[in-house]
């Protein structure tokens, strides 16, 4: 009986030092967001968003227009580009010729 509660205790030991799993953050952007990041108590604008996010982040775009006059990009695998929940759709509006304006997406 001791050996099966030493057992337990060492594998509860183990178990507390293990780190522990980062839980995935939505980053908020909007037209004029002027926030810093992290952006995740106040807006940033898009690009800022999308670096400040990490594999399994939330981006959460706030109704409005977006407007680029460059390619916006990211980096990050598995993120979700998303709207506000209950707001206007976003307009992302890129003014420029194709490739140099647009969505680069870069992967490892």
Do not use: W
Request: proline share 8%; charged share 10%.
């Amino acid at each position: 009986m001791q050996r099966r509660i030493a057992a337990i205790a060492a594998v509860l030991m183990s178990l507390a030092v293990l780190p522990g799993t980062a839980h995935a953050a939505t980053r908020l952007a909007s037209p004029a967001g002027g926030a810093v990041p992290p952006c995740t108590a106040a807006p940033c604008d898009l690009q800022s968003a999308l670096n400040s996010a990490d594999p399994g982040d939330t981006v959460s775009l706030a109704g409005g227009t977006y407007t680029f006059g460059s390619a916006v990009s990211a980096s990050d695998s598995n993120l979700d580009i998303v709207g506000e929940p209950g707001g206007s759709k976003p307009l992302l509006r890129f003014n420029g010729t194709f490739p140099g304006v647009g969505f680069a997406f870069a992967g490892a």
